[in-house]
């Protein structure tokens, strides 16, 4: 199975803050990485897909990149409804797995 | 609108069954490929199973065996039928529709708003 270690787990930001959250793959995923952003008690929403494609509707402030066994996940400037945790999430194979996620905090 | 709407989450005893489901709108759930994935309490987020627009299942190792994914086409509704239930599988379970351009899971783009499973004696 392909494990995800995301980095930090846990971060306290200010508002206006640049934020950056790595996610490595345990073996190579080529661009299969997904970003979810999770609100208390509320589903998880889509934020990046294929590694670095903006899902539609949501702010230009998030960006992803990588390839490979790296990723990112960046917040250019933190918003106060950015305060949540994100997940990363590799489909390149079977079982489909999620990083343990990245609890962002108001500092 | 997209919505997802899942039901059949409670309380039952470990060893008992409970069936899921997850009723769609504003798409066609079998032309899509679907998935369930669960979250325990204060947890993070755990991928359970996935069915093809084709009908092909997959599984995570933790439920294969004892977890079923299926769909109602005229009912355009996702099902998951859970046996043998565990303590460890006490979860929110969602229901989510995958995106995919090339035969495999490229994303998860709409998700429903969950139903607790809790497994206790």
């Known amino acids: 199975d392909i494990q995800l270690t995301q980095s930090p787990s846990f971060l306290s930001a200010s508002v206006g803050d640049r934020v950056t959250i790595t996610c490595r793959a345990s073996?190579?995923?080529?661009?299969?990485l997904a970003w979810y952003q999770q609100k208390p008690g509320k589903a998880p929403k889509l934020l990046i897909y294929?590694?670095?494609t903006l899902q539609s509707g949501v702010p230009s402030r998030f960006s992803g990149s990588g390839s490979g066994t790296e990723f990112t996940l960046t917040i250019s400037s933190l918003q106060p409804e950015d305060f949540a945790t994100y997940y990363c999430?590799?489909?390149?194979?079977?079982?489909?797995?999620f990083g343990g996620g990245a609890k962002v905090e108001i500092k | 609108e997209v919505q997802l709407v899942e039901t059949g989450g409670g309380l039952i005893q470990p060893g008992g069954s409970l069936r899921l489901s997850c009723a769609a709108s504003?798409?066609?759930?079998?032309?899509?490929?679907m998935t369930w994935v669960r979250q325990a309490p204060g947890k993070g987020l755990e991928w359970v199973s996935v069915?093809?627009?084709?009908?092909?299942?997959y599984y995570a190792d933790s439920v294969k065996g004892r977890f079923t994914i299926s769909r109602d086409n005229s009912k355009n509704t996702l099902y998951l039928q859970m046996n043998s239930l565990r303590a460890e599988d006490t979860a929110v379970y969602y229901c989510?529709?995958?995106?995919?351009?090339?035969?495999?899971?490229?994303?998860?783009?709409?998700w429903g708003q969950g139903t607790l499973v809790t497994v206790s004696s």
């Open positions: 073996q190579g995923i080529s661009s299969y």
């Open positions: 069915i093809y627009s084709g009908g092909s299942t």
């Open positions: 504003g798409f066609t759930v079998s032309s899509n490929y």
């Open positions: 294929a590694a670095s």
């Open positions: 989510a529709r995958v995106v995919s351009y090339d035969g495999s899971p490229d994303y998860f783009d709409y």
């Open positions: 999430q590799q489909l390149n194979s079977y079982p489909l797995t």
